[in-house]
């Protein structure tokens, strides 16, 4: 027969009772109702330390004392609460080791990172063409969804060459969970045709679109571990060709990330949705001098919901007036 180390283990012992604990605790039980000074004799031990052993076992909850007298939960109830203490604790401990599991990812980067400092050159590829860029990104996806993508996009001509050339096939492969795209793009590109259907469409699919006033160069970081320069910084896309560098270093890839974020820290969310066609739908008539009446008859609503209405857009754009809503939703590009 073999010999199970476990099988001598006290089971109040692995719920958390030491010995001298579960010793008394069974003669709780045992005489059902009993004083300190009967429980001590029952112990053969001195009362001061018998009657601290008895505070822990009622802080534990398996143990009451009434009028002087200790008697002990039923053990199914007084068991069960220390298995649930000690399931919750289990449950507290699984989620430090997860969050410490999800932190190596974090940790091999840094150790990647100084890897390619202290190695020297980074490995670096010129990329040409609009083609060779699509495939570059979903080729990397494929090897290791799902893959973040954030890319910058500077001015008009990017933006219509996004439109046309790339956002339809990322956004298919964002549909199939190969990489999730957040994207950072001026508010003077909004108006152009065909950019808030697509926009639209890769918000509806996981991706996230914000705005701001300039985005100072077209850039990108495919994961953690590669990213796309420009030629020139500063440029667009099809200012160069299609010409750019493809850095394989995730210092480099960590660098631009850390630049994506303020960009996008300092950025505004797009109000397109139910809800924010609701909104623009009064700034816009209100931007055409248009009265509460006047724009209820517009819509075919009540007075009460363009007033509504109102109220979401002053605070959804942080505003105190109508006129100062007005102005932020201009300036977010909104109302073009």
């Known amino acids: ?28 039980l045992r005489l059902h109702r ?15 330390a018998v009657g601290d052993q008895l505070k822990d076992l009622v802080k534990l909850g398996v143990v009451d004392v009434r009028s002087g007298k200790y008697h002990a939960r039923h053990p199914a109830a007084a068991l069960g609460r220390l298995i649930a203490d000690r399931l919750d604790r289990l449950a507290e401990e699984s989620r430090r080791i997860d969050s410490a599991l999800s932190s190596i990812r974090g940790l091999i980067h840094d150790y990647d990172a100084g890897r390619d400092y202290q190695s020297g050159p980074f490995p670096v590829e ?13 080729g990397m996806a494929v090897q290791s969804p799902p893959l973040e993508l954030m890319i910058a996009i500077p001015d008009e001509r990017t933006m219509t060459d996004f439109v046309g050339k790339f956002a339809d096939p990322w956004i ?23 950019v808030r259907e697509r926009l639209t469409r890769l918000s509806e699919d996981g991706g996230q679109v914000r705005t701001l006033d300039r985005v100072p160069s077209w850039f990108m970081t495919v994961g953690t571990a590669a990213a796309g320069l420009p030629a020139q910084w500063g440029g667009g896309l ?3 060709a299609y010409n750019f560098y493809l850095v394989r270093a995730p210092v480099v890839a960590g660098v631009l990330g850390s630049l994506f974020e303020e960009l996008w820290s300092r950025s505004f969310p797009m109000p397109w949705g139910r809800r924010g066609d609701s909104m623009l739908q009064v700034l816009r008539l209100a931007a055409q001098g248009m009265c509460d009446d006047s724009i209820a008859r517009q819509l075919g609503v009540s007075v009460r919901t363009v007033r509504a209405r109102f109220a ?11 006129f100062h809503a007005g102005v932020e939703a201009a300036r ?5």
Request: negative net charge.
């Open 332 to 336: 977010r590009g909104w109302l073009s």
């Open 312 to 322: 979401d857009a002053m605070a959804e754009l942080g505003t105190q007036s109508r």
């Open 126 to 138: 010129l990329v040409s063409g609009a083609d060779v860029l699509y495939e570059s990104v979903v």
């Open 172 to 194: 298919e492969a964002q549909r199939r969970g190969l990489m999730r795209v957040r994207t950072v793009v001026p508010v003077s590109t909004l108006p152009l045709p065909g």
């Open 238 to 240: 099809p200012d160069h």
């Open 1 to 28: 027969m073999r010999n199970d180390p476990t099988s001598a283990l006290d089971p109040l012992e692995t719920l958390g009772l030491d010995p001298a604990q579960s010793s008394l605790y069974t003669a709780v």
């Open 34 to 48: 009993a004083t300190l000074a009967e429980l001590a004799e029952a112990m053969n031990g001195p009362e001061d």
